[in-house]
């Protein structure tokens, strides 16, 4: 090997490496304590099914990968190379803190434009650490949500439908759980579900409490998006707009 090899650093692929067994250890960490990842780490492969320790097995590489996009997603967004942001957080506790958080929720979900998102958020906050608490709300609310939650957002981001005649109002001020349901007809059973998660998350809200009587038991709910949940649902719609 030159010298002039030897002074230019880890190679792309040696710090790729590093970020990869760094990836690994989290996804470790995390499924010594998931159900079902973690259950092969307890108990000797001689005794469960090879099936099973193959689908073990798959369900780690899914999750390392996972976890990977997101931090990938992150180090595009910080403008720096993954090795260099990986350094970068470990000089932070925020940072690294902020770092678990994203792979574990990225980890989790098959929603690939969540994992883009969230580490996109992990990136703003390595590039400004100012933004770093910011960021931990985004990443936290991201995690809340899956593919139900993110049509119902969807449909609540939509105009609301015209009010019958002799309302004060031309438009419902949100969205009604009827005309959610007629957007969305295989909602019926998880509705009140997916409803509960996103106010839980504070992206949702009821904004027709105080605005109609309730007067012949017609619905007075009516659901619209906070700041919040419109902001998280443009962190996802950028990323499929990047990515057509």
């Known amino acids: 090997m030159s010298d002039d090899t030897q002074r230019s650093g880890p190679s792309k692929s040696s710090s790729e490496t590093s970020v990869k067994a760094a990836t690994g250890a989290l996804v470790g960490a995390v499924g010594a304590a ?3 990842a973690g259950v092969a780490a307890g108990v000797a492969k001689e005794f ?10 798959k369900v780690r590489a899914i999750r390392e990968q996972r976890a990977l996009s997101a931090l990938s997603a992150g180090s595009d967004e910080a403008g720096v190379s993954l090795d260099r942001m990986v350094h970068t957080i470990e000089t932070s506790p925020e940072l690294l803190t902020l770092m678990s958080e994203t792979v574990q929720a990225a980890m989790q979900t098959p929603l690939e434009e969540k994992i883009i998102a969230l580490g996109r958020c992990l990136g703003r906050g390595v590039r400004d650490e100012t933004m770093v608490d910011a960021e931990f709300i985004y990443v936290r609310g991201l995690a809340e949500i899956e593919a139900t939650e993110v049509k119902v957002m969807q449909v609540l981001d939509q105009p609301t439908g015209l009010t019958p005649e002799g309302y004060a109002e031309a438009h419902w001020p949100g969205w009604r759980r009827p005309e959610i349901l007629s957007e969305l007809p ?3 059973a998880v509705l009140d579900a997916s409803i509960a998660r996103l106010t839980s998350a504070g992206m949702v809200k009821d904004d027709g409490i105080g605005r109609l009587p309730p007067d012949d038991g017609s619905d007075t709910e009516m659901w619209i998006l906070t700041d919040f949940g419109k902001k998280c649902l443009s962190l996802l719609r950028a990323v499929t707009s990047n990515n057509p």
């Open 34 to 36: 998931d159900p079902v």
């Open 186 to 188: 295989g909602f019926g």
């Open 48 to 57: 469960i099914d090879p099936y099973l320790v193959r689908a073990f097995d």
